[in-house]
Nanobody, 123 residues
Framework: VQLQASGGGLVQPGGSLRLSCAAS????????VGWFRQAPGKEPEFVSL????????WYGDSVKGRFSISRDNAKNTLYLSIDSLKPEDTAIYYC?????????????????WGQGTQVTVSS
């Protein structure tokens, strides 16, 4: 099983990014997939989750309105589009997969994890 996150980088405040997470080794289309982030010195934070059908989505309160999650089951790829980036969005962003939508904000409920991609928002 592999989840490979990419797309992070250094971005100025107000900018945009699209993160990707390429999945392999499991039936991606059957799983809920999502994102967490961990800022320096802080606990990991739930960002977003999307259902297997690509229709049901959930977001953490701090990212609602600026973040958009999507998936392409034909490409086994998860995406996270981020607009109006703020310095407080600086973190390592991790993608993860789970079989159900329950306990979506709880890290231990996820079965598979990627290695993370760094997003730094700074002028």
């Amino acid at each position: 099983v592999q989840l490979q996150a990419s797309g992070g980088g250094l971005v100025q405040p107000g900018g945009s990014l699209r993160l990707s997470c390429a999945a392999s080794g499991f039936t991606f289309a059957d799983d809920f997939v999502g994102w967490f982030r961990q800022a320096p010195g802080k606990e990991p934070e739930f960002v977003s989750l999307i259902g297997w059908d690509g229709i049901s989505t959930w977001y953490g309160d701090s990212v609602k309105g600026r973040f958009s999650i999507s998936r392409d089951n034909a490409k086994n790829t998860l995406y996270l589009s981020i607009d109006s980036l703020k310095p407080e969005d600086t973190a390592i962003y991790y993608c993860a997969a789970k079989r159900s939508g329950k306990d979506r904000t709880t890290m231990r409920s996820y079965d598979f994890w990627g290695q993370g991609t760094q997003v730094t928002v700074s002028s």
